[in-house]
């Protein structure tokens, strides 16, 4: 059984509701009761692609799936929901990142965790933080250690319930 932790992200097609929706098909995956989701913020889209805001959260959960398959069930996920993958940090209805696979440390053609961007996203470190703010990484940085004032002021905490 391993912990494991996924962005979520959409700009697309009610975000708030693929949002919801990948929440349950999430919760598939999960052990027992393991799933947490973080509270959903508002993020301005990366890139020079013209496109609406993002709604990104964090989830968590304990899973039996190996590395690869858990990736195979979360791009399944996005399928699902429509997801076409047109350009490079175009807009999505829905975005399933693997951030982490317990201390693993993995680096395949396919997978790379932890996610090789995360350190530097206030999408996915403040949603990380509010779900697991004593997180240490594989590479021993606290993930408290990573937010500052100004990663907090990017984004916009969203009033939703989920």
């Not at 304990?62 to 429509?82: H, K, R, S, V």
């Not at 961007?117 to 408290?144: H, N, Q, Y």
């Amino acid at each position: 059984m391993t912990r494991v932790f996924v962005a979520l992200g959409a700009n697309l097609e009610d975000p708030k509701t693929q949002l919801d929706n990948a929440t349950a098909a999430l919760s598939a995956l999960a052990l027992g009761n393991s799933l947490k989701i973080s509270p959903y913020y508002c993020s301005a889209p990366m890139g020079d692609v013209v496109q609406p805001d993002y709604v990104n959260a964090v989830a968590s959960f304990e899973t039996e799936l190996a590395p690869l398959a858990l990736l195979d069930a979360l791009q399944q996920i996005e399928n699902t929901q429509g997801r076409v993958r047109k350009e490079r940090w175009g807009p999505r209805t829905l975005d399933l990142d693997l951030l982490l696979y317990g201390d693993e440390i993995i680096d395949e053609p396919r997978l790379k965790v932890p996610h090789y961007g995360m350190k530097e996203r206030s999408f996915v470190l403040v949603p990380l933080a509010a779900i697991a703010p004593d997180l240490i990484l594989p590479c021993k940085t606290a993930l408290s250690s990573l937010i500052s004032e100004n990663i907090l002021a990017e984004l916009q905490l969203l009033g939703i319930d989920h």
